[in-house]
Nanobody
Framework: QVRLLQSGGGLVQAGGSLRLSCAAS????????MGWYRQAPGKQRELVAT???????NYADSVKGRFTITGDNAKSTVALQMNSLKPEDTAVYYC??????????????WGQGTLVTVSS
């Protein structure tokens, strides 16, 4: 069973930077992709950025050019560097991992969530 442990986040002024990290643990056949999603108060959870096992990345339009996602296959970790933060980036950020189990099931797991607050 794969588990995700997140770290980072907190309070920052607009224009500042924060870094989120996430580490996967447990036994699985392969982690296919890891990524970050966020959910602001009163809104649905949305994709922020993902990175596949072959290094392909995908970003939400709202964060392109400001956020950078990096993955480390060997360590089963993913990080999100967030620069030029805006108040509208305020949300709970969730780490996500899509993996193939030893039984060849395709599953997704979520981290515990971490609050990012950007003050104006």
């Amino acid at each position: 069973q794969v588990r995700l442990l997140q770290s980072g986040g907190g309070l920052v002024q607009a224009g500042g930077s924060l870094r989120l990290s996430c580490a996967a643990s447990g036994i699985t056949r392969k982690i296919n992709a890891m990524g970050w999603y966020r959910q602001a108060p009163g809104k649905q959870r949305e994709l922020v950025a993902t990175v596949t096992s072959d290094g392909s990345t995908n970003y939400a339009d709202s964060v392109k050019g400001r956020f950078t996602i990096t993955g480390d296959n060997a360590k089963s970790t993913v990080a999100l560097q967030m620069n030029s933060l805006k108040p509208e980036d305020t949300a709970v950020y969730y780490c996500n991992a899509a993996h193939t189990t030893l039984q060849l099931e395709y599953l997704e797991v979520w981290g515990q969530g971490t609050l990012v607050t950007v003050s104006s």
